[in-house]
């Protein structure tokens, strides 16, 4: 649509679009059924003795076509993942293209890589990303599912075995129990990181003094469970 204004009631508006000949107009001016190009709007006033002014102009170009680029999800959580707030990693946006993100069926937004997804309640997702053209022109979406899971697993492992408390050894062996289907064991000594072990587990040589195995559970999203610790007491000779 084009606007055209003077303040002199006799005088009237026309308009040509691509050097087609000049016709009466009135603002706003509507166009319809254009061809994807760049296009030329002029537009002038013309009194009652059918003088016309210099004429003012505007391009533009039509473009009606969706991009054709196809956007890879490069980064993205596991399935099932324990962040309730999971980022995006983007690839495939063609120059001048941008991307816009939607997470199930909100609204699409501007996004740029990476995305970070505000924050979500546990139960099952649906990412998708698409490119937008300088037009406004969206492409073809491409999607990811996944399962938001923050609950810890409900079980406590039992130790079912360890070293004599004092021991004469350097290293203690721990055999336990409590796994449920999917889940595994993470074992730490002391203020150690938490690393995954199955049983029996040897711990690494350890200095003479108290020392705390501690044994938990963990689901396939990454959620850990209450430990299970035992005290027991080097005494090397």
């Known amino acids: 649509h084009t606007r055209c204004s003077r303040d002199w009631i006799s005088d009237v508006c026309s308009s040509d679009l691509d050097g087609a000949a ?9 166009y319809a059924g254009l061809s994807e190009a760049a296009h030329t709007f002029e537009v002038r006033i013309v009194d009652a003795a059918g003088n016309g002014t210099a004429a003012a102009t505007r391009a533009f170009t039509v473009d009606t076509t969706a991009p054709t680029s196809t956007v890879t999800i490069a980064t993205k959580p596991t399935d099932p993942d324990n962040s309730p707030t999971p980022s995006f990693g ?6 001048g293209e941008t991307y816009q993100c939607q997470i199930d069926t909100g609204a699409w937004v501007t996004c740029s890589t990476p995305w970070t997804a505000p924050t979500l309640a546990e139960g099952v997702h649906t990412f998708r990303v698409r490119t937008v053209d300088a037009a406004g022109n969206t492409g ?9 899971d923050t609950t810890p697993p409900a079980g ?5 075995s360890g070293p004599d408390d004092p021991s004469s050894s350097s290293t203690g062996t721990f055999t336990f129990s409590g796994a449920v289907g999917s889940e595994i064991y993470q074992c730490a000594i002391d203020s150690g990181v938490w690393s995954t072990c199955t049983s029996p587990y040897t711990t690494s040589t350890l200095a003479d003094g108290t020392h705390t195995f501690k044994v938990r559970l963990r689901d396939t999203a990454g959620n850990g469970g209450t430990a299970r610790s035992e005290e027991h007491t080097s005494e090397l000779q």
């Open 140 to 148: 073809s979406a491409t999607a990811y599912v996944w399962t938001l």
């Open 156 to 160: 406590v492992p039992t130790i079912l």
């Open 90 to 95: 983007l690839s495939g946006a063609a120059a």
């Open 22 to 30: 000049w016709s009466a107009c009135v603002s706003p001016k509507a």
